[in-house]
């Protein structure tokens, strides 16, 4: 089943939650994977575009998280994808890496607030994931190629590679795993 919601839109959560109600009645987890990548220089954002960055990226799934609450099961899991780019000092991702580092920021603090509910949270900071998300940056195969040379692994993460990660931290394996952060970028923020 697919819930069609734009992620930025705080109304349209207790929408997603109503429907989730309507026709699964519980949640057992919850993975908070939507976002939107916008790259510039410091002297080129506008608030236009700050706020849709922090919308889509923060203050949609905070509000997601908000009415999905009473239909969480206890026990129940969030899984919070995050990005490298809170960590790295990435030219031209100022805002990006800041709406990312705010998401990080919910995995230990939810979980303070969470974990007498039965509700764990925790982050999976992704780093390049090969996904279509370069094409719509305009990036071709050479800058692919370039940014997986970067890459200690010398590779792109494959998707599987994160949903293996998501699937863990859904799982009972995880259940003393809580507020933590998964780092899955080849390496590259040890450079």
Known sequence: MAIASDAGDVSGQKK????VREEFGRLDVLFVNAGVVEMAPLEKWDE??????FHTNFKGPFFLIQALLPVFNNPASIVLMTSI???IGMPNSSVYGATKGALLSLAPTLSGELISRGIRVNAITGGPIATPLYGKLGMGEAELKGLASQ????????PS???DAVVFFASDESAFIVGSELVIDGGMSTL
Not at 16 to 19: C, E, K, N
Not at 48 to 53: I, L, Q, T, V
Not at 151 to 158: E, N, T
């Open 161 to 163: 590679e994160v949903a």
């Open 48 to 53: 236009n575009a700050f706020d849709r960055s």
């Open 151 to 158: 890459i200690p692994a010398k590779r792109l993460g494959k």
């Open 16 to 19: 997603v939650a109503d429907t």
């Open 85 to 87: 780019n809170s960590h």
